[in-house]
């Protein structure tokens, strides 16, 4: 089984910083990508980034370009999220996905592995 564990989430002031980290545990997973979604209250779950594995490639929503980065350790089956400059708008739960063969990266329903989520608020 593969166990996918977050951390870094918190509250932050709107223009502040924050860290999200996801590790990978259990049995032995290769995954070809792992990515970052969230959920706010009473809306849908959507993507925020994504990283292949393989060649490094990263992807994100346009509402967080130049302001996250999405980072991986592939001998650590690691993947991060830093945030700058936060809004209001980013807060949410935040979810560590991953998949051997996701399909479309931005697809939550293409990820067979979750994270338990990790609460980020912004205040204004």
């Known amino acids: 089984q593969v166990q996918l564990v977050e951390s870094g989430g918190g509250l932050m002031q709107a223009g502040g910083s924050l860290r999200l980290s996801c590790a990978a545990s259990?049995?032995?997973?290769?995954?070809?990508?792992m990515g970052w979604f969230r959920q706010a209250p009473g809306k849908e779950r959507e993507f925020v980034a994504v990283i292949r594995w393989t060649g490094g490639s990263t992807y994100y929503r346009d509402s967080v370009k130049g302001r996250f980065t999405i980072s991986g350790d592939i001998a650590k089956t690691s993947v991060y999220l830093q945030m700058n400059s936060l809004k209001p708008e980013d807060t949410a739960v935040y979810y560590c996905?991953?998949?051997?063969?996701?399909?479309?990266?931005?697809?939550?329903?293409?990820?067979?592995?979750w994270g338990q989520g990790t609460q980020v608020t912004v205040s204004s």
């Open positions: 996905a991953g998949d051997p063969n996701p399909g479309i990266l931005n697809l939550s329903g293409n990820y067979h592995y």
């Open positions: 259990g049995r032995t997973f290769r995954p070809y990508a």
